[in-house]
Every structure is written in structure tokens, then in C-alpha cells.
């Protein structure tokens, strides 16, 4: 019997050993060694922005923040940092599908910090930031230990079960000995997405006409209302969030996302939202309106093209008013 024993403890553990070794080699998400620009993965944004804002919250002093999901890739937050007042440091703090819950757990993270955050941009996107409240256990979604105050045990115990696909062993088993060469695309201040809006925020961009829309699919004649969205558990993640921006006397908007599918958001959670922020600080965007009737103003069914983030922009700060949009 003790034979038998020991004969399934090395079956089972000599493969189990070998498998947490080349996850820790490898490194496969870029998250066990010190956070290093010239070796970086883009699997888990919320990780990278986070890490990216520690390595420069010294020297670059932030205090102006944009906080959503991938859909912020559409922004340039050097376009924004010119309507913001002298002194104004700007920082793209995103996560890939972020929720309500994680905007909060960042402004929430800033706050206990002692950050001020002079300026804000909230974006929501509807559906998706009305998810779960609770936190992903994906290796795309789970949030930084220093944002969801988990452990750092428990953080890489959730990727290591994500990294447990052959695909994915055999790929950080290739790059052992094989190192793949890494491309920074993005700012590595201000962490926009595409490293060129630094140069690029005086000019208005264009539209990428190349791009093969017939794959994005027909679209409803009429307009689609989401359901209603906003619960108690998000109502209070939203109170939360107002009132750190108030204690901080933060100069905010909160914009709801424009989306190719045109959903409308539901007139009772834009009430909800208009009702803890204010009136004068929501945006709605979403439905139908010139900015998503035009498919060419999206580089992907999900995510509006920097044309539209311009728009938006200079639509708030400028005109102070979205009627004119929609």
C-alpha cells in the first residue's frame, strides 16, 4: 500500500513540480519577476497600468485620471491634458473589461494613498461595467493584490490555474529558450494606448476607411434600450466613488461609452447616475447618435477609434454640452 503511495505521489507531483517550475521560468504572465518594460505582457491590463503607475507615480506626481475599460484606448490623454488646468499629470488607469467595481477599487486605492486626483474621467460602458461585482478569476480579469487587497499568494495561484492549457505551457516552455522580442505600443507615462498621442494631440485623426466593416454585422433600425442595470450593490459603489471625487473636490465627468451595437442605456439608471453625480457631469453618449451612426468611427465592434475620443473631448470641455451629438 505504501508502495502504491508513493508510486501516485510521483506520478501526480513530479509532473505537478515540473508544470509551478516552468510557470515560474517562464513567468508566462509577466508578473513574478520586477515589473520591467523591456519584458512585459498585455494579458492583464489592470496589472500593467498599475505597475506602469508605481514605477512613475514618484517622479511624474499624477493627479489627473482616467478610469474604464479598453474602450479608454480611444482617448488620447494628451489631447485631455490641454483642456486641464497648468500642473495637471495625466494617467490612463484601465483594465481590460473593467467594472464599476474596479473603477472604485482604484479611486478608492489613490485616495487611501493620499493621491490627489485633481481630474477625472469616468467612462461607463453598457452593459459591460455592470458585470459582477465581485472579482474576475480570469487571467484577463483579475485585479492587481494592491488594488483588491487579495494576496499576493492568492493573485498568482489564479493565473497559474489560468496558465494550465497545453497551448500555454507549450508556448512558456518555447520562450525559456526562446525569447520573444517585446514592442512597447504604448506611453509608458501617461499609458495610453498608442504611444504616439504625445505627438499627435494637436491634429484631429482620421478615419481608418481600410478596415473591412462587413464583419461587424447588421445593426438593429430601431434603437435598443438596455435593461436596467444599476442595483443596490452598484448604487453603492457609485456613492463610494462620488464621494471620494467630492472629498477631493475632483473636476470629473462621467461619460457613458458610445458602441457600434447602439445600445441606449436605460433612462432609469442614466437618472440613477445624473442623480449621484450631478446632471452637469454625465455624458451620455450612447444609442443612436452621429458619433455611432458612422461605422468607420470603430476600429472593432467594441471599441470607438481615436476619431471619436477627439469628438468626445472637445464635445465636453469645449462645448459643455452632448445634445449636439446625438
Not at 152 to 176: A, D, G, V
Not at 285 to 293: A, H, Q
Not at 294 to 316: C, P, Q, R, S, T
Request: glycine letters at 4%; hydrophobic letters at 35%.
Amino acid at each position: 500500500m505504501k508502495s502504491f503511495i508513493r508510486k501516485l505521489v510521483c506520478f501526480i507531483g513530479i509532473p505537478f513540480i515540473l508544470l509551478v517550475g516552468i510557470y515560474v521560468i517562464s513567468d508566462p504572465f509577466k508578473t513574478i519577476k520586477s515589473f520591467n518594460l523591456s519584458e512585459f505582457s498585455i494579458v492583464n491590463r489592470d496589472f500593467l497600468s498599475t505597475e506602469l503607475y508605481l514605477k512613475n507615480e514618484q517622479t511624474q506626481k499624477y493627479n489627473s485620471f482616467i478610469f474604464g475599460s479598453s474602450r479608454g484606448c480611444g482617448l488620447n490623454t494628451y489631447k485631455w491634458k490641454s483642456y486641464l488646468p497648468k500642473g495637471s499629470n495625466q494617467f490612463l488607469f484601465q483594465a481590460w473589461s473593467e467594472t464599476v467595481t474596479g473603477i472604485y477599487q482604484k479611486v478608492s486605492y489613490l485616495d487611501n494613498k493620499g493621491v490627489p486626483i485633481k481630474n477625472a474621467i469616468i467612462l461607463l460602458d453598457i452593459p459591460s461595467s455592470f458585470g459582477e461585482t465581485q472579482e474576475p478569476k480570469t487571467a484577463l480579469g483579475l485585479k492587481h493584490y494592491k488594488l483588491s487587497g487579495k494576496s499576493k499568494l492568492y493573485f498568482q495561484t489564479i493565473l497559474f490555474y489560468s496558465y494550465l492549457k497545453p497551448s500555454e505551457i507549450f508556448k512558456s516552455t518555447k520562450e525559456i529558450f526562446i525569447k520573444p522580442n517585446y514592442e512597447i505600443g504604448f506611453d509608458t507615462i501617461s499609458n495610453d494606448w498608442n504611444k504616439s498621442n504625445k505627438e499627435n494631440w494637436e491634429y484631429e485623426p482620421k478615419q481608418d476607411k481600410t478596415l473591412n466593416k462587413t464583419k461587424f454585422g447588421k445593426r438593429p433600425d430601431h434603437e435598443v434600450i438596455s435593461k436596467e442595470l444599476i442595483n443596490l450593490e452598484f448604487e453603492s459603489l457609485l456613492k463610494k466613488i462620488e464621494f471620494i471625487l467630492q472629498k477631493q473636490r475632483t473636476n470629473y465627468k462621467i461619460i457613458i461609452t458610445p458602441a457600434y451595437d447602439q445600445l441606449r442605456i436605460n433612462k432609469n439608471d442614466l437618472s440613477t447616475l445624473k442623480e449621484i453625480f450631478g446632471k452637469q457631469n454625465v455624458y451620455d453618449y450612447s444609442g443612436k447618435n452621429i458619433l455611432t451612426e458612422d461605422k468607420y468611427n470603430f476600429m472593432d465592434i467594441n471599441h470607438f477609434d481615436a476619431i471619436v475620443g477627439w469628438k468626445i473631448l472637445e464635445n465636453i470641455y469645449e462645448r459643455n454640452d452632448s445634445k449636439h451629438l446625438q
